[in-house]
T-cell receptor
């Protein structure tokens, strides 16, 4: 079964600094990968997705992610973090068989220092 | 505006009572999903439905039940058999049975005492 690992539970960055959130997946075939963001007490919003093609994908709010098959990674990046980016971020993978269910990582809580 | 609505936002129940959480979508999506979220555990799939009148168990279906009588509605019942029902519940939908891109509702926080 596929799995997703987000090794950083909490990350703190200063406003204006760059950000990288790590995501590693375990899946035999080509994965379909997602990053979602969740503000406290809210639902999840899709930031970006990778299905195929260019391994560097652009998302909303200035985020991007790079798919690296050799490292089984799909790390999320942002060049300059804003205070409003403070939230919890989830990486997810879906298989193309068995109901196409999403498997989520445990999330990374981002704190932004002003 | 199209979207997913979940009601109520907060729900309180006494132990031993069944409770039903509402999820409605007007996106004309075929598939709908229920997730449970606990601190530090990410989201775990409870049930999902790819078409009307059909649904499948997810990873943690014990103590829960669902119905899908209408395309736009997918209510979740938390029964008294669920040992730890206090959690944040999220409903999602996707455009097709493929479920590749899911859209989420705002969630319902259930507290059982």
């Amino acid at each position: 079964a596929q799995s997703v690992t987000q090794p950083d539970i909490h990350i703190t960055v200063s406003e204006g600094a760059s950000l990288e959130l790590r995501c590693n997946y375990s899946y035999g075939a080509t994965p379909y990968l997602f990053w979602y963001v969740q503000s406290p007490g809210q639902g999840l919003q899709l930031l970006l997705k990778y299905f195929s093609g260019d391994t560097l994908v652009q998302g909303i709010k200035g985020f991007e992610a790079e798919f690296k098959r050799s490292q089984s990674s799909f790390n999320l990046r942002k060049p300059s973090v804003h205070w409003s980016d403070a939230a919890e971020y989830f990486c997810a993978v879906v298989s193309t068989g068995g109901g196409n269910k999403l498997t989520f990582g445990t999330g990374t809580q981002l704190k932004v220092e002003l | 505006d199209g979207g997913i609505t979940q009601s109520p936002k907060y729900l309180f129940r006494k132990e031993g009572q069944n409770v039903t959480l509402s999820c409605e979508q007007n996106l004309n999506h075929d598939a709908m999903y229920w997730y449970r979220q606990d601190p530090g555990q990410g989201l775990r799939l409870i049930y999902y439905s790819q078409i009307v009148n059909d649904f499948q168990k997810g990873d943690i279906a014990e103590g829960y039940s669902v119905s899908r009588e209408k395309k736009e509605s997918f209510p979740l019942t938390v029964t008294s058999a669920q040992k730890n029902p206090t959690a944040f519940y999220l409903c999602a939908s996707s455009i097709g049975a493929g479920g590749l891109e899911q859209y989420f509702g705002p969630g319902t926080r259930l507290t059982v005492t």
